[in-house]
């Protein structure tokens, strides 16, 4: 069966592993992988007068960084690979988002990394991963 | 660049604190002096009378202006909160434009430049001059206000600049030169100098000065009287250190510690009241009472009047055109649902939060009545007597210590932060005014800041009188040119009005899933 999987990557070493386990995923099933990069924001945060006025400026600055320090060469490597890829990059509440993207694109499974937090601080902070799978229309995957 | 900045600002202030102990007091005494007699004339002109009368013509300007947009956008205030509140929470703002400015983070910086020193100590300055009565006025200018915010914050985000480095700044200066050149008037330019001048020395004097003298007297008033420069200093070094040095950290966390305060000032306003909830109605009644009557108050019921709408625009800003500078960054493609927004800061503001201090100061029993019902003056005829003869910021916290005992520990610090974030607030108003005048650039910008941070000492070694005359006179004088705009354009933003609620009705205009 071929589908395409949402990978939930930011670079780190944690969501590269789970980058490699989409690629035998949909390398084995002939899939392809659709690559999400979420950035955390909330409409409902507070800034200063100043950060309002730069903030189109930084939102920008940051997209552009997203795109090249992080998507880029991954992008190019899989290509490479001849492995079939897609990018998205967005702001908001990242599982809620990861959810979203699978949707959108009719995924058939959502491959994320574990970060590692001990259990109260993922208590405390919440995690991303345990936040997804009560929120996920799909399967999810949680790579440790 | 900064950090050198930063590093000699220290060094200077260093210097300053080594050799000026002894002189202490009669440092305080000759900053008093000198500002009184340099800004007498200035406060003078604006709160002078009408001819033959005790009613200074600046709060009728203030009030005709609002009732002048509440009637020709047709109460556009009360019509209009859901749609306000929806906006806000985000309904209509497109998912794609996550990461931009939301309409909730523009309405919460305006509020907290907004909300502070005024919601605390000025209306315990109103309630302590012009009685219980003043309550009453208070919040009918601020209902009657969410229409002059509405027509301004609208024309801020109409009129803003969007620079090519992807910067977003607007304000009365920009609207007035471009809406009247758009209209074909002339005279905007003058107008936006004027505006310009005055909101800087608005910055200076409520946004700044005000909230220095406040905060030391809050200060003080647990640890012990010490001179006023001192709390300045500490003050200035903190505010430079934010605006010149870009220690963003110290901004976020007041940022974020803000509302959380100015929540609890609410709630604990909410249990007082509630603690003392036979005698609401009471409050209410000498509420209604002294609106009309003035129940013996020096000045009666003009004074009472007088009292409440001066208070509620020093305290929520309306028509005088600092909102719509914080407002204006917000994305969206409807200038016109930034000003449904902000019609929301007026009513928080003034309606909630300043009727929750002057409940408490009224039920608490701060305010002396004598054996016939109507309030005692104090010595000098000022006032009404007050348990412990407190004024200010010491009246609110008397208040809520009376029924709390340990508040004012609480309220000392949400004074401090409250104090902190508007000078922060007004810091960058008063530089959006400097910029207009001189232009931007680095030198330009820093000779600003570091003028903001001297005007902190001052404040903060000033006696509370010159320092509130002023305050008040400046940001009133903005209100002069803002209005007198807002005249001229308010038919731009009934035809921006027109338009979206045509398109609201026919479906045109739709909420996102």
Redesign the interface.
Known sequence: MSGKFVVGYDGSASSQRALEFAVDRSNAQGGTIVLAHV?E?S??????????????????E??HRAETAIMTTVVKDLKDKGVTVETVI???NIPDLLAKIAKDFGAIQIIIGRSGHSSLGARVFGSVAGALVQAAPVPCTIVP | MHRKNFHAAIAAAGLLMVSAPAYAQSIDEKVNQMFASSTGWFVNLIFSNFPGTSFPWIVAWLVIGATVFTLYFGFVQFRSVGHAIALVKGDYSDPNDAGEVSHFQALATALSGTVGLGNIAGVAVAVSIGGPGATFWMILAGLMGMASKFTECTLGVKYRNEYPDGRVSGGPMYYLTKGFAERGLPGGKILAVMFSIFCILGALGGGNMFQANQAHQQISGIVGAYPGWITGVIFAGVVFAVIVGGLKSIARVTEKVVPFMGILYVGTALIIILMNAGQIGWAFGQIFDGAFTGLGVAGGMVGALIQGFKRAAFSNEAGVGSAAIAHSAVRTKEPITEGYVSLLEPFIDTVVICTMTALVIIITGQLVAGPDGNYLLNEAGTAIQTVGGTSGVGLTSAAFGSAISWFPFVLAIAVVLFAFSTMISWSYYGLKAWTYLFGEGETKELVFKVIFCIFVVIGAAANLGPVIDFSDAAIFAMAVVNIIGLYFLMPIVKRELNSYVSRLKSGEIKKFE
């Not at chain 1, 409409?43 to 920008?60: D, G, Q, V």
């Open positions: 950035l924001w409409p409902y945060s507070f800034l200063t007068p100043n950060e309002l006025e730069e903030r189109h400026k930084r939102r920008e940051e997209l967005k702001y908001g």
